[in-house]
């Protein structure tokens, strides 16, 4: 099982320059999570999805964020423009199951927008 | 008020010592709880699930009192591996989403 597997690991970019990260979730699991994590503010979840729909994305920050889940096997968080703020390293997740069951993380991407 | 509140430490204890902490939360009708731990620059990992009952996995502990809404971890005979910093983890059953505390920072030392 070779985990969740984000890329890339780092991503360095300028204000104003989009930048897309990705993700690929345990192969089986139907549940996907984006997560953000930041000193000030911890992890926040941005967006999930089940069997590749989203269902609740009102932790997107604000229109400049979009997510996609085009099949099982794949995802993508997408920021347009970037800004320094975003900032941050951001976590992809994935579980099966019900709500008992606990989520595997990938590496997570650390995004710095100078 | 934040959903899940944990005492930020830190905690600095020396090897062998025990050390326990707790995190509350908001939503009643929370139905799962977890504890994460997450080393410096690294994803979270899931240490253990948290059980009515209680329940020990080698020297942790964790323990869920529904009645005061709080849960709690111990670790007995700490060791230098274990700093890092503990996430407390609650899932509402309707919606699957995770909520963290902001976390735990324990230290342990020589």
């Known amino acids: 099982d070779a985990g969740v597997i984000q890329s890339p690991r780092h991503e360095v970019t300028e204000m104003g320059q989009e930048v897309t990260l990705r993700c690929k979730p345990i192969?089986?699991?139907?549940?996907l999570f984006w997560y953000r994590q930041t000193m000030m503010r911890g992890l926040e979840l941005l967006i999930y999805?089940?069997?590749?729909?989203?269902?609740?994305d009102s932790g997107m920050p604000e229109d400049r964020f979009s997510a996609k889940m085009p099949n099982a096997s794949f995802s993508t968080l997408k920021i347009q423009p970037s800004e320094p703020r975003d900032s941050a390293v951001y976590f992809c997740a994935s579980r099966s199951g019900g709500a008992g069951y606990g989520y595997t993380f990938g590496s997570g991407t650390r995004l710095t927008v100078v | 008020r934040k959903e899940v509140e944990q005492d930020p430490g830190p905690f600095n204890v020396p090897e062998g010592a025990t050390v326990a902490f707790n995190c509350t939360y908001s939503?009643?009708?929370?139905?799962?709880f977890f504890w994460y731990r997450q080393d410096c620059r690294k994803e979270p990992k899931l240490l253990m699930s948290v059980y009515s009952s209680g329940n020990e996995d080698g020297r942790f502990t964790a323990q869920l009192n529904r009645a005061s809404q709080y849960i709690s971890l111990l670790i007995r005979d700490s060791k230098l591996s274990d700093s890092a910093t503990y996430l407390c983890v609650v899932v509402n059953s309707n919606d699957y989403k995770l909520s963290f505390g902001a976390g735990t920072t324990v230290t342990v030392r020589a």
């Open positions: 939503n009643s009708a929370s139905q799962s």
């Open positions: 192969s089986g699991h139907d549940y």
């Open positions: 999805f089940n069997n590749n729909v989203p269902i609740d």
